[in-house]
């Protein structure tokens, strides 16, 4: 169905900034560029965990894109070069602005999500614009420091459009996705299966940066829009494993043993699919971490917070210079 605007929208429903204390989240201390300043000890799951995550792979469906939304791709009804166009500048804006993995994966999910059900105006702009609205959607969820709706409109975006043409949109996206944005991703399962084969925490710092790393080498391929974020967790944490000396290699069977709900072939499809399309993943896990802040936590809450003090990303934040074009009103 097209998007259509609902009537009542009220002025209230434009801010949805939280007002905790940044400080109060999370203990770590993040520098600039997005470097852990130490090694955060290992995460400890509660013992009702295994039934939990075991819940999120039920629900998991819930926050994903219609069943046959990868075979409208396959089937160009969809356009998987706009699509791969809007991912990438996505991830572009998160590393400008150093935003955490999970508000990427976010705004990818509910652009997705939005198209599978929804027709936007056949235009060149309105990808764009749902892009634009989708990403300021995770950035509220997910971080706490964020730039202001024109100055997100970084890396080399087509067209700058109006805040309140960007608040109507995202209000249309509200509206598709049922106001759900706590989606289930792969940044779920990711800590969790990794406690599962090194409970002492040897690699799970390291682990965790490369299965994150691939899980966005990912996000553009429409081939993994069929698997769930479940095998793309798993199968990310197994291929990581295959890039750490002294750490035994897992197989998809002994993967589908960390929790109720995952199956051997679902892992073994997704680890094909990985290996054929991610051919470049760093064996460098200083780099690594310094460019990647990671969800820890079972719930996605407990993180490392971006921190007010960063002079990388305040300068970033408050030089950002866009010009406004008239209004895109035609939704």
């Known amino acids: 169905m097209p998007l259509t605007l609902p009537d009542h929208t009220a002025a209230a429903c434009c801010d949805l900034l939280c007002s905790e204390d940044a400080s ?9 560029g997005g470097a852990v300043a130490a090694a955060s000890p290992p995460v400890e799951f509660p013992d009702d965990s295994d039934e939990s995550i075991a819940g999120f792979i039920e629900c998991a469906a819930d926050y994903s894109p219609g069943r046959d939304y990868p075979d409208r791709f396959r089937s160009n009804s969809l356009d998987s070069a706009a699509r791969e166009e809007a991912v990438a500048w ?7 602005y150093c935003f955490r993995p999970l508000t990427a994966y976010l705004a990818v999910n509910y652009m997705d999500r939005v198209l599978s059900s929804h027709r936007l ?8 614009l749902l892009s634009v609205a989708c990403l300021s959607l995770a950035a509220k969820m997910d971080e706490t420091i964020l730039p202001s709706l024109l100055d997100l409109q970084v890396e080399r975006a087509k067209f700058i459009f109006e805040p309140r043409t960007i608040i109507r949109m995202e209000l249309l996206v509200l509206t ?19 406690h599962k084969i090194d409970s002492v925490g040897k690699y799970a710092q390291y682990l965790v940066a490369l299965a994150t790393e691939i899980t966005l080498a990912t996000m553009k391929d429409v081939r993994f829009l069929s698997h769930c974020p479940s095998s793309l967790a798993a199968a990310a944490i197994i291929r990581s494993t295959d890039e ?3 750490l035994d290699s897992i197989n998809p069977e002994a993967a589908a043993s960390w929790c109720a709900g995952l199956t051997e072939e ?6 094909r699919s990985m290996e054929n399309v991610i051919t470049n993943i760093s064996k460098r896990p200083s780099m690594i971490l310094s460019n990647l802040r990671v969800a820890t936590s079972i719930d996605m809450g407990q993180r490392i917070p971006s921190s007010s003090s960063s002079p990388n990303k305040r300068r970033k ?15």
């Open 24 to 32: 109060q989240l999370a203990e770590g201390t993040l520098c600039e």
């Open 317 to 331: 934040l408050n030089n950002n210079c866009s010009s406004v074009d008239s209004g895109k009103e035609g939704l």
């Open 266 to 271: 679902g892992i073994a499809n997704c680890y």
């Open 176 to 194: 598709a996705l049922n106001w759900r944005l706590r989606s289930v991703t792969p940044f779920t399962f990711i800590s969790f299966f990794v």
């Open 90 to 96: 996505i991830l572009r804006v998160q590393a400008y």
């Open 121 to 128: 105006p056949q235009n060149e702009w309105a990808l764009q």
């Open 244 to 246: 750490i000396v002294g």
